[in-house]
């Protein structure tokens, strides 16, 4: 008898224990739970984003390396025209008894004019270059650049005593990249067959400059000129116009053409695999003057990484100089003042994953809700640890939807992915419940959850519109599912 009533629990033990019970089976303790949960998977969901833009800077810094080797993203500019002249300068100096003296020197200038009017015409045929799993989008390119030069007014230079070498004047044009060019570039001046070439002298205009001798042996810039050029480059084709009336007409093989700067065309067909756009610009706009002297360092500068949308073009200012309308101020140019044709990828498999994993807390957050009331209403209890099973499940799709997307593309990636989670969260569930309609009914769920998402994803312009009416009927659907349960019988059921 008395070790019979040693093995019974006390009252205090009994209470403890039925605490305990009501306290795990409480609805309340649940939420809070579940709501914990849904905190703690923002941790691996972040983990995720991370590895997106880990691989995503991966494929940048391989697209880099592409066209560092094939060609960057190229910058036409020009032509100008620059006629060397001479000036006596006087100086003040100090001799050796430490008087006062003037000393005289000649100082070698050029004379800028820019042309009349420039027409640039190019046909663009853009392909991909692939190296491992990466790949970005590189071109071929064949450049017409035709126009003609007015005089010299010299009336709007501030220049005196100055003997013009006519002789010894130069054509210069601007190409960002030299290593995209396939074949040395042709100038035909007035009927006389020329070719461009590295610069010797201190002229910097463009980033990178080529120069043509022209004889003006005659003392008149007034003609008319021709260039060919062949170029390669990547994702990018820009033309900074520079003449007081500059028409661009760029045309290619490309589907979905991106076109920025400061200019957007006038006249643009696409459609199919090809496109044409046609720009018509005055020369108000620009930041340098029809002619003028003494400035002969870059006239525009650009972020190298602004082809690859990694960071905004800069906007430095330059010193003011004289010009044909006295002093002006002398700006330089950035990409807001070109013209600029990007050769965007069909697909980006990292932006579109990255757009889809912005939404993975709430799918966690709609299926945790889901569950929960499939388990109140089908009365089949669902343990915790088996909630975060399948919150890691979840957040694992968007591991293999990056992984895959990297060898098949988004489209397939996410159709594979998503079957993979469904089935798999869907037969946990059934071995939980021992029930096929309630694994049914939550594969259904799930594959809702998936579809709209993936709608989200192909919209553009409606995609907020359309996210926010489905986030109402699905909060709609919820609201309506929880008057069908008595909450209170629970509380006083434990």
């Known amino acids: 008898m008395e070790n019979s009533k040693s093995q019974q629990p006390s009252t205090r033990e009994v209470e403890q224990q039925s605490f305990f019970e009501k306290l795990t089976n409480s609805i309340a303790v649940k939420l809070v739970t579940m709501l914990i949960l849904l905190l703690f998977l923002l941790i691996p969901m972040e983990w995720v984003n991370g590895l997106i833009a880990e691989r ?60 009349k009017n420039t027409s640039f015409v190019s046909k663009v045929s853009p392909t991909y270059l692939k190296r491992g799993i990466y790949r970005t989008v590189v ?8 126009g003609h030069f007015d005089e010299i007014d010299f009336s709007k230079l501030e220049i005196e005593n100055v003997e013009l070498h006519w002789e010894k004047a ?36 463009f980033e990178r400059t080529l120069e043509a001798d022209i004889d003006l ?62 720009w018509r610009i005055p ?26 949308g990694d960071a905004p073009s800069s906007a430095p200012t330059a010193p003011a100089i004289a010009g044909d309308e006295g002093s002006r ?25 990255t757009r889809v994993a912005k939404y993975g807390i709430l799918v966690v957050a709609l299926t945790f809700a889901s569950l929960f009331f499939t388990e109140i209403i089908k009365r089949r209890r669902i343990h915790l640890v088996q909630y975060i099973l399948i919150g890691c499940a979840m957040v694992l799709f968007y591991s293999l939807l990056l992984a895959i997307g990297e060898h098949l593309g988004f ?62 009927i699905i909060l709609a659907v919820l609201m309506r599912l929880s008057l069908r349960i008595h909450w209170f019988q629970f509380e006083k059921n434990d």
């Not at 290593?179 to 201190?202: C, R």
């Open 217 to 278: 042996s005659e003392r008149s810039t007034k003609g008319r000129f021709s260039i060919q050029m062949d170029i390669r480059g990547a994702r990018g084709l820009s033309v900074l116009p520079s003449a007081e009336e500059t028409s661009v007409k760029i045309s290619g093989t490309w589907s979905s053409p991106s076109f920025g700067g400061g200019f957007l065309p006038e006249e643009r067909q696409t459609g199919g695999d090809s496109f044409q756009a046609v």
């Open 329 to 353: 101020g002398f700006g330089t140019s950035t990409a807001q003042d070109m013209v600029e044709v990007y050769f965007i990828p069909s697909v980006d498999n990292y932006q579109k994953t």
């Open 56 to 115: 995503h800077d991966r494929e940048r810094g391989v697209e880099r390396e592409i066209a560092s080797k094939w060609g960057e993203s190229q910058v036409l500019s020009g032509p100008i025209i620059g006629v060397p002249y001479t000036v006596m300068r006087q100086v003040g100096a100090v001799d050796e008894n430490g008087r006062n003296k003037t000393e005289a020197y000649l100082d070698k200038d050029y004379i800028f004019l820019a042309a």
């Open 283 to 308: 020369g108000y706009g620009r930041k340098f003057p029809q002619q003028w002297t003494g400035f002969k360092t870059q006239l525009y500068v650009i972020d190298p990484l602004a082809a690859y």
């Open 170 to 205: 130069k054509m210069f044009i601007g190409l960002s990249d030299l290593k995209g060019l396939t074949t040395t570039p042709k100038l035909i001046w007035e009927g006389q067959q020329l070719s461009f070439g590295m610069g010797n002298s201190n002229v910097h205009l």
């Open 411 to 472: 489209n397939w990636a996410y159709l594979i992915s998503a079957v993979a989670t469904t089935l798999l969260i869907a037969s946990f569930i059934w071995g939980i419940t021992k029930q096929p309609r309630i694994s049914y009914l939550f594969s259904s769920i799930l594959t809702i959850f998936y579809a709209f998402v993936y709608v989200l994803m192909q919209l553009q312009d409606f995609s907020l519109v359309v996210g926010a009416v489905g986030m109402f």
């Open 139 to 146: 071109y071929q390119a064949t450049a017409q650049i035709q």
